[in-house]
């Protein structure tokens, strides 16, 4: 292999920066422009989390296993209806709040991780800034929107038990 | 002074030398901020920098100069406020000084001083002052530590581009700019004169020189040191804010435009063109036809946008010097060349 001719050290910083000078002029920038055009972000990226409220039990796992306590739950217990005719009416955990404040939440994603229901999800939406801070406590209502912008979970890996 | 078909009062002469120095230094200035600050560098980065404020960005500067203008002119509560408040106005001061020397054509310049070279040596370091009582007055210790690293550095770097421009004045036999262009407009290398004789060519060795120096007085990267924002937050310019920052930053770049119309008379033949081309002769600036006092200042502009992008792409490039190796690189590489240089020059001079 011949040998090829040292360059100098200062002249090879000036010919990378000349060389994306160039490349950028030619085959644009690396960037985006961010309102006009957006990256989709990745599937499993984490936007905001959203809440299947049927899923949920007011269990209270994730309110209390989050790092930030940005979670508020508040629930009573009523009878629901019997499962089968002539038995006892059920004893059941209603869900009347299920706020997450977005302010503090710091995307640890415990509280996703640590639900035994299925109840919250991570959706890659992440437009949900607000020019009041108190507007960034999502609601139950909310959450549950969030959950058209969950995406399909994706396949299992060949030979992965259920 | 040009002279006009009808006769201008002193009070109109004054007004139109004042505006014509506003636009000698402030819209090099902008063009040097847009084109390279926010466009080069953004595209060395492989980015696209301002977009929004104009097409493709071009008035952003507008935008960010009326953003600096409405945001309050705070001073530290133990600043010596008098000075402190002087301190970017004698920055800016120098830079205005210095333009009124440069030669824009045959009979476009401010004054024509015989020794224009020296007074604009002179006053290029009078920013120094500026800015070390900007740093002594802000009350602050990163400002003070920004300050004296300037004074240092500007001292150190003030030396080699003195003498590097010494090979230059002893080449053209004058310190007069505009004989210094018909020097080397007029001149020939060794007997071939299609050219002209760009001190480039015979003086490479003390444009290198200059052009460091001058990077160093800019303070740009690689001699950054006092600015050093990773150190020092913004050096000097820490405790400014609002209006007097942007002096500070219009100075910046202004200088950087008017160091480079010094370096493109000194090294790249200023205004002129190849007097050989026209017929016209170099003894007698009279015979040089009329148009050039339009024509020379595109032609500066030219190769001071030439020399500016080749300052902005160094300093794109290049990490920081630290503060021992950048007073090393003056006082024992830096000086001890252009010494040579000059030795060589003299010697060549008187020989040939």
Known sequence: MPKKPKIPGLLKGLGVT?????????????????PH??????????????????????CMLCSRSCPDWCIYIEGHKQLAPPRRAGGKPRQVNHLDRFDIDYALCMYCGICV??????????????????????DLLHDKDKLGEWMETVPEAPDLEAGAGK | MVQFAIEIPYWGQSLLRVVGGLVAVLLPAGGIVYLFLFKMMSFMQSRLGPMEAGPYGSLQLVAEVGKWMQKEDLAPERADVPIYKIAPLIVLLSTFLLIVVVPFGPDAYFTDFETGIFYAMAVGSVSVLGILIAGWSSANKYSLLGGLRAAGQLIAYELPMVLATLGVVIQAGSMNLNQIVVAQNDGEIFGFGGLGNPFIITQFVGFLIFMIAVQAELTQVPFDMPIAESELVSGYMTEYSGFRFLIFFIAEFATAGVFAFIASILFLGGWGIPFDWFGWDGADLGTVDNWMNVAGPIIMATKMFILVAIIMWVRF????????????????????????????????????
């Open chain 1, 18 to 34: 000349f060389g994306t000078f160039v490349d950028t002029v030619t085959d644009g920038a690396q960037t985006v422009q961010y």
């Open chain 1, 37 to 58: 055009e957006k990256e989709t972000p990745p599937i499993r990226a984490r936007g905001v989390i959203a809440l299947h409220e049927g899923n949920c039990t007011a």
């Open chain 1, 113 to 134: 991780e640590v639900c035994p229901f299925d109840a919250l999800f991570w959706s890659p939406e992440y437009e949900y800034s607000e020019p009041k801070i108190a």
């Open chain 2, 317 to 352: 490039s290049y990490p920081r010097f630290r503060e021992d190796q950048l007073q090393t690189f003056a006082w024992k590489f830096l000086i001890p060349l252009s010494l040579a240089n000059i030795a060589a020059t003299a010697i060549l001079k008187v020989s040939f």
